[in-house]
């Protein structure tokens, strides 16, 4: 287990680039892995989840080569029968959205992955499966990894499935259905949350040539038959998601830091960011191809938003509303009780260990601002954990320690390079 230690951060100063987005890298490698013919992905993100979708669209017969800034993807017209157990670490986005392209080989695929990503649910997705002729199970009938998938293809129609679990779901199967025998209809029984996800699979599958139609607010997706694939190269944009903990911290410590590489015309919800740090007092300047925090007038302000869309930016708002004068309530947090972590008990337990006045609801998280104390932290092995409460550290009174820091390579792995760059007191055990 890796330890940060966390020294007081009066200020920071510079630029960084923002890494690669890692929603768009997962969804590249896919469907460049389901085009018959060679497709590149240039910057891509390498982590621990992206890792796990190369192996996963290798062991499904795509020849991957990777290479100094960039991917080369030959897909095939069909995914093979895995010749081994599809092993997804702890990458929820990778299992949900390989799962339906597993249907589509002639065997029989196994996937599983790490002890977090096991307690994810997956029971919506195997059960929208079935409705459209595939047989796939729980291995052991509870709905949670490892699933069991008989291939052999899929027979298409229609299929019902809630859009407020996770909008991974979905995306998995835009994947799959296009090469399904007949034509689908995919209907949401509740509205779904985190569109902006299912918005980016769509914009990924146009570029590859594939066609869906999205009515009634995302409500009912129809999905026409016997589509292919048509190879197609890809430059990643910057990860706001990722981007957000870096322009948190110039908030936090008041400071003027720009983020390179942030696509001001993305489809990215979690864009969102800049609006919640000006309504919280925020100077935000905002170029072409860039965000940079200028300070904070009067100091950070507490505010109430709804995050239901934005999930991952709950854990970075905490940080800012710890540090900020008043009230902030953040509505939309039931879903984060299954990521990597139960995030809401995760925030809550590492929160108070710092003195936040912090509490939460069924669906809401509350936080009344004001010092923050320097204490021995966890991450919980979960990554927005992590880099929360490094950036909310920098400005506590007294040294911090996150043990398990290591859990960062998910999604950022330049987390702690980047933020040392501009200056914050880290130091790594």
Same mark, same amino acid.
């Given at each position: 287990m890796v330890d940060l230690i966390i020294e007081r951060t009066d200020e920071l100063?510079?630029?960084?680039?923002?890494?690669? %987005?890692?929603?768009y890298t997962h969804r590249a490698l896919i469907a460049s892995s389901l085009s018959e013919g060679s497709s590149q992905i240039r910057e891509p993100l390498i982590c621990d989840d992206t890792l796990a979708t190369i192996? +996963?669209?290798?062991?499904?017969?795509?020849?991957?080569?990777? =290479?100094?800034?960039?991917? &080369?993807?030959?897909? +095939?017209?069909?995914?093979?029968?895995?010749?081994?157990?599809?092993?997804?670490?702890?990458?929820? %986005? $990778?299992?949900?959205?390989?799962?339906? #392209?597993?249907?589509?080989?002639?065997?029989i695929s196994i996937?599983?992955? =790490?002890?977090?990503?096991?307690?994810r649910p997956?029971?919506?997705?195997?059960?929208?499966?079935?409705?459209?002729?595939?047989?796939?199970?729980?291995?052991?009938?509870?709905?949670?990894?490892?699933i069991v998938v008989f291939g052999g293809g899929i027979r298409g129609g229609e299929t019902w499935i809630r859009g407020d679990v996770s909008s991974q779901f979905i995306s998995g199967l835009l994947f799959a259905t296009p090469k399904a025998e007949g034509d689908t209809t995919i209907k949401l029984t509740t509205e779904l949350e985190s569109k902006p996800y299912v918005t980016m699979t769509m914009d990924t599958l146009r570029r590859h040539g594939v066609e869906v139609e999205a009515e009634e607010g995302y409500r009912t997706i129809r999905v026409p038959s016997g589509q292919c694939y048509k190879p197609a190269d890809h430059t990643i944009e910057g990860d706001y998601s990722s981007a957000a903990f870096i322009l948190a911290a110039a908030a936090v410590t008041n400071s003027r830091v720009r983020v390179e590489n942030l696509k001001v015309d993305t489809l990215?919800?979690?864009?969102?960011?800049?609006?919640?740090?000006?309504?919280?007092?925020?100077?935000?300047?905002?170029?072409?191809?860039? #965000?940079?925090?200028?300070?904070?007038?009067?100091?950070?302000?507490?505010?109430?938003?709804?995050?239901?869309? &934005?999930?991952?930016?709950?854990?970075?708002?905490?940080?800012?509303? @710890?540090? +900020?004068?008043?009230?902030?309530?953040?509505?939309? #947090?039931?879903?984060?009780?299954?990521?990597?972590s139960d995030r809401v008990s995760s925030i809550l337990?590492?929160?108070?260990?710092?003195?936040?006045?912090?509490?939460?609801?069924?669906?809401?998280?509350? #936080?009344?601002?004001?010092?923050?104390?320097?204490?021995?932290?966890?991450?919980? &092995?979960?990554?927005?954990?992590?880099?929360?409460?490094?950036?909310? $550290?920098?400005?506590?009174?007294?040294?911090?320690?996150?043990?398990?820091?290591?859990?960062?390579?998910?999604?950022?792995?330049?987390?702690?390079?980047?933020?040392? @760059?501009?200056?914050?007191?880290f130091n790594v055990e």
């Open positions: 100063g510079g630029a960084v680039r923002a890494p690669p %987005s890692k929603a192996d +996963a669209c290798r062991l499904l017969g795509a020849d991957i080569e990777r =290479g100094d800034g960039y991917i &080369n993807v030959h897909g +095939a017209l069909k995914p093979a029968t895995p010749e081994d157990v599809i092993y997804c670490r702890d990458s929820g %986005s $990778t299992i949900r959205f390989i799962t339906p #392209v597993t249907a589509l080989a002639d065997g996937l599983t992955g =790490g002890e977090s990503l096991r307690r997956m029971m919506p997705l195997l059960e929208a499966l079935r409705g459209l002729g595939v047989r796939c199970y729980s291995a052991r009938f509870d709905g949670y990894p490892p990215q919800g979690d864009r969102l960011i800049l609006k919640i740090l000006k309504v919280m007092g925020v100077e935000v300047k905002v170029g072409s191809d860039y #965000v940079e925090v200028l300070g904070v007038r009067d100091g950070l302000r507490g505010i109430k938003i709804d995050l239901r869309d &934005n999930p991952d930016l709950i854990p970075v708002c905490v940080a800012l509303a @710890s540090h +900020a004068s008043g009230r902030t309530l953040i509505k939309g #947090v039931r879903r984060l009780r299954i990521k990597e337990e590492e929160f108070g260990r710092m003195g936040v006045n912090i509490s939460a609801g069924r669906d809401e998280i509350e #936080v009344q601002g004001g010092i923050v104390h320097g204490a021995e932290l966890s991450s919980h &092995n979960d990554h927005r954990i992590a880099m929360a409460c490094a950036v909310t $550290t920098l400005k506590a009174t007294g040294r911090s320690v996150i043990h398990g820091i290591e859990c960062i390579r998910k999604s950022y792995p330049r987390f702690i390079e980047d933020l040392k @760059s501009l200056g914050a007191r």
